[in-house]
């Protein structure tokens, strides 16, 4: 009797077992049914495999939290999961899910500085970025380069323009260091690269000559002749004489026009009133600014005035450099 019990408990059992095994193998090769397609899935820092899989079971994105526990425990792959948002798919396999998860193939966000862009521009922007975890709101600019590691640093032209990916959640300070270790290192190839002969001391006065060739024109063809021009005027001793500066130094007192009063202010950044160059950046020039500042187009320029038409006409003499102003901004 005791005999026949138990041949019918290990019947019992192979058909549990069995009924179990094929399911699990169905589980396996049913593909993922996501609704439109596509869905976000975010697995946040530390979330245990069990609790990641329960929450795609809740989710209806897998029909078995538990073979999903096993399956991974068993390809070893569930200690592997890294944190990140992913796209899961319809008709991903157990396989392809586990491969993406374990993968860090997150989807990435992206944010643009442009060049020419001023602190204030950049900050903005930072902060605007809803993938980004803000924790600068408050913080001045002095309390944001101690952040950084640069107490005491300008904050002005320390950032690279350039297109930057990152994983939602990466703070704004992380973004902005790597985009500072980005201009320290293009800054640094510039510096590296530099002719011999040209006015300037440091890497530090180099990446002040280009954040004024940068504001001074959109074109990168004349980047070289401004910054001709803008060394010959150094080695000479003359005053740079650029209005950039000038709108830099008045701050949110520029109201879009440059008067003669404002030509003679005498702040900090006004290339009229003193000689040489201003005593930071004045916004964040790109490659080929920081390329010009060393590397300026030989001539004898040394003025230009705009034409109107986003060039400048360049010119020898202060009686040429007249007419040009005469010719394309009087209009006579």
């Not at 009924?19 to 593909?31: C, K, V």
């Not at 990435?108 to 970025?129: C, D, F």
């Not at 040209?198 to 959109?218: D, N, R, Y």
């Not at 034409?307 to 901004?329: C, I, M, P, W």
Request: net charge neutral; glycine share 10%.
């Amino acid at each position: 009797m005791l005999a026949r019990l138990f041949g019918l408990l290990v019947l019992a059992g192979s058909l549990v077992v069995g009924w179990a095994w094929m399911e699990y193998r169905e589980f396996l090769q049913t593909p993922l049914k996501v609704a439109g397609g596509s869905v976000v899935y975010d697995v946040p820092a530390g979330q245990s495999f069990g609790a990641i899989t329960r929450e795609l079971e809740q989710a209806g994105l897998v029909t078995n939290a538990r073979y999903l526990q096993w399956y991974g425990r068993y390809r070893g792959l569930a200690s592997q999961v890294k944190a990140g948002e992913y796209r899961l798919s319809d008709g991903m396999t157990a396989d392809e899910l586990l491969a993406l998860l374990v993968s860090g193939r997150s989807i990435s966000y992206s944010l643009t500085l442009l060049e020419g862009w001023n602190i204030r521009q950049v900050r903005a922007a930072v902060a605007g970025h809803e993938a980004l975890r803000q924790t600068l709101d408050g913080v001045d600019n002095d309390a944001l380069m101690e952040r950084l590691g640069r107490p005491g640093l300008h904050p002005e032209g320390r950032f690279f323009p350039d297109t930057y990916r990152f994983d939602r959640g990466t703070t704004d300070v992380e973004f902005l260091q790597r985009a500072m270790r980005t201009m320290d290192e293009e800054l640094a190839q510039a510096w590296q690269a530099r002719v011999e002969g040209i006015p300037l001391q440091s890497a530090e006065e180099a990446l002040i000559l280009a954040s004024i060739i940068e504001k001074e024109t959109g074109q990168a063809s004349e980047r070289p002749q401004i910054a001709g021009v803008f060394s010959r005027r150094l080695q000479k001793g003359m005053k740079l004489q650029t209005d950039p500066t000038v709108i830099y130094g008045m701050g949110e007192q520029f109201d879009g026009n440059i008067r003669r009063r404002d030509l003679r202010q005498d702040t900090p950044y006004n290339t009229y009133v003193h000689a040489g160059l201003p005593p930071t950046p004045i916004c964040m020039p790109g490659r080929e600014a920081l390329r010009a500042a060393v590397d300026p187009e030989p001539g004898n320029s040394l003025y230009f005035v705009a034409r109107g038409d986003g060039s400048h006409a360049f010119s020898a003499t202060l009686k040429e450099h007249n007419a040009a102003v005469r010719k394309y901004q009087l209009k006579q």
